[in-house]
């Protein structure tokens, strides 16, 4: 809905999931008032952001074209392969206005002379997830997002609102993994590849020249081999889904390794020290398997609407299908003198994959990247070529 001006007074309808008054004793002294809740990410498409000290920094006016920070890349995942932790995950918007008035009936709130003053790139990424959406003619998920709406005339008080909610920094779990020092060995063993690299360690590791850590993991996980699989009960196949989505889970995973593999009285050392080794051998050139699937040429021609080109080129190749890929190059991982590599024999084809994962992208996941990502049996069924490939090989 397009907000209706009238008298140089903007009046913006609201539409609304949830919302709930929490106005305090001091707030109700300071003659203001306060409402929390849930909103479809449509509904604040059109509300104006200029009381925000923080605009949309990819559309930002009178730049050249930016690329997205790792706080982007963050909301972009989320989108793409899990929407509906969107609104757990996100901090939410936070909105002023001068005055509110809320139809119960309809569940819409009409917003006088609205603002955002905190949550421009949470509302930027949920247009550009919904456009392209449009592009490729795929359904949305519908996204709902927690908002605040602080009703209030006082300027001043924007002003000072705007400012503080845009300074607030919570402490990640990679902050914690990087202070007790658990990725200093992976960092060494990247820069054996990349002499020059650094690991995000931390959550104000922001520039873009830092490699994404949490990343890194998801995809040496996605690499590890069936013989060094923790579960022994899916050891024939296993289950590597999770790698896509569940960031957290393989940061978790890589601390509890890191920990077992450092100590030697524990009944799972030996298990885990193989493991670990597998990690700090591997993460060069898994990042540099990562790269080169996301722009693999291979698949031009394949006609699969979520790979975004350019002028003809490959740009990027959504995880969610670059992931059951990777799983499926792990049937491949082999130990050598120089530690492990992933060595696919010469008849290996890389086109046989990307023709199977067009396959069950369209027959599985039904032409949408984050089915694809969440779906064990397109993880199957490449893992599946690629071993018969490794089987054959063998057999030679």
């Given at each position: 809905m397009?907000?209706q001006?009238s008298?140089?007074?903007l009046?913006v ?5 949830v919302?709930?008054?929490i106005?305090s004793?001091?707030?109700?002294t ?10 479809p990410a ?5 509300i104006?952001?200029d009381?925000n000290?923080r605009?949309?920094l990819?559309e930002?006016?009178?730049?050249k ?5 790792q706080v982007h890349?963050?909301?972009?995942e989320?989108?793409e392969s899990?929407?509906?932790d969107?609104s ?8 002023v206005a ?14 006088v002379n ?9 509302r930027g990424?949920l247009k550009r997830?919904?456009?392209?959406c449009?592009?490729e003619k795929?359904?949305?998920f519908p996204?709902?997002?927690k ?5 209030t005339?006082?300027?001043d008080?924007v002003?000072?609102v ?8 919570d402490v ?6 990087g202070r007790?020092?658990q990725l200093?060995e992976l ?8 002499p020059?690299a ?5 959550e104000?590791d ?6 994404q850590?949490e990343?890194l993991?998801?995809v040496?996980?996605?690499l590890v081999?069936?013989?060094l699989?923790?579960?022994?009960n899916?050891?024939?196949?296993p289950?590597?889904?999770f ?5 957290a889970k393989?940061?978790k ?6 920990e ?8 799972e050392?030996d ?7 597998f990690?700090l051998?591997?993460?060069g050139?898994a990042?540099e398997l990562y790269?080169e699937w996301?722009r693999h040429p291979g698949f031009?021609g394949?006609?699969l609407?979520?790979?975004e080109?350019e002028?003809?080129?490959?740009v990027e190749v959504?995880d969610?299908i670059?992931?059951p890929?990777?799983?499926s190059?792990?049937?491949?991982a082999k130990?050598?003198s120089?530690?492990?590599h992933i060595?696919?024999?010469d008849?290996?084809?890389?086109r046989?994959?990307?023709?199977a994962?067009?396959?069950v ?7 949408n990247p984050w089915?694809?990502g969440k779906?064990?049996p ?7 070529i ?5 089987r054959l090989?063998?057999?030679e």
């Amino acid at each position: 809905m397009k907000p209706q001006k009238s008298r140089h007074v903007l009046h913006v309808p609201f539409p609304y999931s949830v919302i709930r008054k929490i106005t305090s004793p001091e707030d109700t002294t300071e003659g203001r008032e306060v409402y929390v809740g849930h909103a479809p990410a449509q509904s604040f498409f059109d509300i104006p952001d200029d009381e925000n000290v923080r605009e949309y920094l990819l559309e930002a006016e009178g730049r050249k074209r930016r690329m997205p920070t790792q706080v982007h890349k963050a909301m972009r995942e989320t989108l793409e392969s899990k929407p509906q932790d969107f609104s757990i995950l996100n901090g939410g918007i936070v909105l002023v206005a001068e005055g509110v008035v809320i139809d119960e009936k309809v569940r819409t709130a009409t917003l006088v002379n609205p603002s955002i003053i905190n949550g421009s790139q949470t509302r930027g990424e949920l247009k550009r997830y919904f456009s392209e959406c449009a592009k490729e003619k795929t359904k949305p998920f519908p996204v709902n997002v927690k908002f605040e709406v602080v009703v209030t005339k006082d300027s001043d008080l924007v002003a000072d609102v705007s400012i503080a909610r845009n300074f607030q920094n919570d402490v990640m779990t990679i902050s914690i993994v990087g202070r007790l020092g658990q990725l200093d060995e992976l960092q060494r063993a990247f820069r054996k590849y990349e002499p020059k690299a650094k690991l995000r360690m931390s959550e104000t590791d922001l520039a873009e020249n830092f490699v994404q850590t949490e990343k890194l993991l998801q995809v040496i996980t996605a690499l590890v081999p069936a013989k060094l699989w923790p579960k022994a009960n899916e050891r024939d196949n296993p289950n590597k889904v999770f790698t896509y989505s569940m960031k957290a889970k393989c940061l978790k995973d890589f601390q509890v390794m890191y920990e077992k593999a450092k100590d030697r009285e524990d009944p799972e050392h030996d298990m885990y020290a193989k493991l670990y080794r597998f990690y700090l051998d591997i993460c060069g050139e898994a990042w540099e398997l990562y790269e080169e699937w996301k722009r693999h040429p291979g698949f031009r021609g394949t006609r699969l609407h979520s790979i975004e080109r350019e002028g003809g080129e490959i740009v990027e190749v959504p995880d969610g299908i670059v992931f059951p890929i990777l799983a499926s190059l792990s049937a491949f991982a082999k130990k050598t003198s120089s530690g492990w590599h992933i060595l696919p024999p010469d008849s290996f084809d890389s086109r046989e994959i990307i023709a199977a994962a067009a396959s069950v992208y369209k027959e599985i996941a039904h032409s949408n990247p984050w089915n694809m990502g969440k779906s064990r049996p397109c993880y199957t069924s490449l893992y599946q070529i690629a071993s018969i490939y490794r089987r054959l090989s063998t057999a030679e």
